[in-house]
């Protein structure tokens, strides 16, 4: 018997509705605040709502670091009840270049490690399946995928079919990668974050204080509105989650890096003693 034609007109009453979703209206409501350029509204971004696509961009794979752990950071306020699994997704020859989540730095992110399900997947095409599959779990509250390279098989029609999956579902996936290039995608948001110089600790300038990111909003497109000029903001991750930071007035701590030694020294135990005492 002949298969039915594809009613074209019935899947464009499905993607007409997924674009107007109640979660993507909501959206819609933070683009307007965030264009009246106030810090509270940017921050409102960075809690957008369930069921997106975003694109977390860092220029190099050593930041890799940096682009997860804000990425974590986006993810980690979509948790809920209901919803209290994340899964981080990678190519297995991809692992030398960018490295693996580290169990203990979850505790940072107000995040343990058996929240996280870690995929390490051998060609590109699984991973786009285990992507799409695991935005279908209702149990599962965002997927990260973090990719060194530019497979051409994530190209716009992929983008699209992730971004209507996740709306559809309810789950947020997030697409980190690397470099200055920008591919057209269906994500909602792109950021492009670089690691900044934390403000150090009150009882000792020099050590590390809360992380710190340098944001970007290089694409917004929810609901019916779009982004007409980029958006920048300074935040700290604290325990209470992100918190916008003016560099005006509490100013970038200098990096202090001793001065390299003129030949090699062996390094100091921790009672002074010598290494062949």
Known sequence: MPRPKPDLDGLRAQIAALERRPVLADGAALVSQGRQGEENDLLGLLKAPPGLLHEVF??????????????LGLARALLTQNRQALIYL????????????????????????DTLVIGRIGTVPELLWALEESLACRAVAGVVVDLASH????????????????????TSAFLIRYGTGREASAARLRWHVKPGVSAGQPFDASAPGNPRFAIEIEKL???????????????????????SVDPLKRPLAPLRRPAAPSRPQPAALGDRLSQAS
């Open 58 to 71: 860092a220029d190099e794979h050593r930041q890799s670091g940096t682009a997860l752990g804000f990425t």
């Open 221 to 243: 497109r929810l609901g019916q509105a779009r982004q007409t000029e980029q958006h920048h903001l300074i935040v700290d991750w604290t325990e209470n989650g992100f918190v």
């Open 90 to 113: 990678q190519l297995s020859a991809e692992a030398q270049e960018i490295g693996l989540p580290y169990g203990i730095g979850f505790s940072r992110f107000g995040l343990t490690p």
């Open 151 to 170: 497979p051409k098989a994530l190209d716009f029609t992929a983008s699209r079919r992730i971004s209507m999956r996740a709306a559809a579902a309810g």
